[in-house]
């Protein structure tokens, strides 16, 4: 992975996504720190790299952060996105750590679904709808 970062070519690619199962950070309390090892290895090399965003599941629910490196907000982090609300037999995690940290924009135990969408090199948008067709949270991600 190392290698591959280090070759992407960021006018050619004016986003990096990076997708995996566990998410590193996460408020609610289902899998709690179960990408914890997995973070502490890997995540000063995404944050290095300048990842724009990365979206996980495995919680069956929706959480956004603000931009983040190492459990605090930082306006050169990373956007971390759980989207793992799509659906299951299990139902959704419902239950969140209390207070919400500071580092989670927003978060919410629905079935839902999101989209996003590349303007153009300095602007794209993040949006998440609920199952039923309403956005429930969006932002804007700036370059």
């Not at 006018?11 to 998410?23: A, D, E, K």
């Amino acid at each position: 992975l190392k290698n591959d970062l280090s070759k992407v070519n960021r006018i050619n690619t004016p986003w990096l996504l990076v997708f995996f199962h566990n998410p590193w950070y996460n408020s609610n309390t289902a899998h709690q720190n179960e990408g914890e090892a997995m973070r502490q290895s890997m995540e000063e090399m995404l944050y290095n790299s300048k990842v724009d965003i990365v979206f996980s599941g495995h919680v069956h629910a929706y959480e956004r952060t603000h931009k983040i490196y190492n459990y605090n907000i930082d306006p050169s982090g990373i956007h971390y996105v759980v989207i793992g609300d799509g659906g299951n037999r299990e139902g959704l995690a419902t239950n969140y750590i209390d207070p919400q940290p500071s580092w989670s924009a927003f978060r919410q135990a629905e079935y839902g679904y999101g989209t996003f969408t590349a303007h153009n090199s300095t602007h794209a948008f993040w949006q998440w709808f609920r199952d039923v067709n309403s956005t429930e949270d969006s932002y804007w991600l700036y370059h």
